[in-house]
């Protein structure tokens, strides 16, 4: 059973940074992707950032410039740097996984960025 727990958020004044961090339960080799979603109040999960196994890297439009992933394989962790956050990044993020068809999430972390 695989199992990830996202930490790191809060709340911080817009052009302010936060990092978030995923820790999942096993060995991150196994997943060909681990990345971030995110949902704001009423709207849709949206893509936020992705990394492969190879260590290419996706991110959406809007966060482009702003924020990083990256992974720590000794930790089995994934990390979502986030700079100059503006209050339309308030939402709960999730960190995903998937592992051939199978895709995994955590349960999320509120980001409230205030103006």
């Known amino acids: 059973q695989v199992q990830l727990v996202e930490s790191g958020g809060g709340l911080v004044q817009a052009g302010g940074s936060l990092r978030l961090s995923c820790a999942a339960s096993?060995?991150?080799?196994?997943?060909?992707?681990m990345g971030w979603y995110r949902q704001a109040p009423g709207k849709q999960r949206e893509f936020v950032a992705r990394?492969?196994?190879?260590?290419?890297?996706t991110y959406a439009d809007v966060v482009k410039g702003r924020f990083t992933i990256s992974r720590d394989n000794a930790k089995n962790t994934v990390a979502l740097h986030m700079n100059s956050l503006k209050p339309e990044d308030t939402a709960v993020y999730y960190c995903k996984a998937v592992r051939a068809i199978q895709a995994y999430w955590g349960q999320g972390t509120q980001v409230t960025v205030s103006s």
């Open positions: 990394m492969s196994s190879g260590g290419s890297t």
């Open positions: 096993g060995s991150i080799f196994s997943f060909s992707t």
